[in-house]
């Protein structure tokens, strides 16, 4: 079974960072992409960003130029930096894994259980 496990969450000020990340373990044949999406609370779950094992990079208007996400293939390992953080930063960050667990398998997107991030004075 596939776990994905988010740890770098915490309280900054605005104008501070964090890091997040996320590593995914279990069995795993091919991984695709893997990326962050954020809920606060009474919004909708958002993209954050999203990163394929390519290379190929995107990430939400309200982020850019402020968050840089990068991954680590051999170890399925996603990262997120976040500079120049803001109050509306504020939200539960997920890590996602779009994923083939075996051969066969068709590829699936996993969840991890959420990071809490609270920028605030």
């Known amino acids: 079974q596939v776990q994905l496990v988010e740890s770098g969450g915490g309280l900054a000020q605005p104008g501070g960072s964090l890091r997040l990340s996320c590593a995914a373990s279990?069995?795993?044949?091919?991984?695709?992409?893997m990326g962050w999406f954020r809920q606060a609370p009474g919004k909708q779950r958002e993209l954050v960003a999203s990163?394929?094992?390519?290379?190929?990079?995107n990430y939400a208007e309200a982020v850019k130029g402020r968050f840089t996400i990068s991954i680590d293939n051999a170890k399925n390992t996603v990262f997120l930096q976040m500079n120049s953080l803001k109050p509306e930063d504020t939200a539960v960050y997920y890590c996602?894994?779009?994923?083939?667990?075996?051969?066969?398998?068709?590829?699936?997107?996993?969840w991890g259980r959420g990071t809490q991030v609270t920028v605030s004075s």
């Open positions: 996602t894994a779009d994923l083939r667990e075996r051969r066969w398998n068709t590829v699936n997107k996993y």
């Open positions: 279990g069995i795993i044949f091919s991984m695709n992409a």
């Open positions: 990163i394929t094992t390519g290379g190929t990079i």
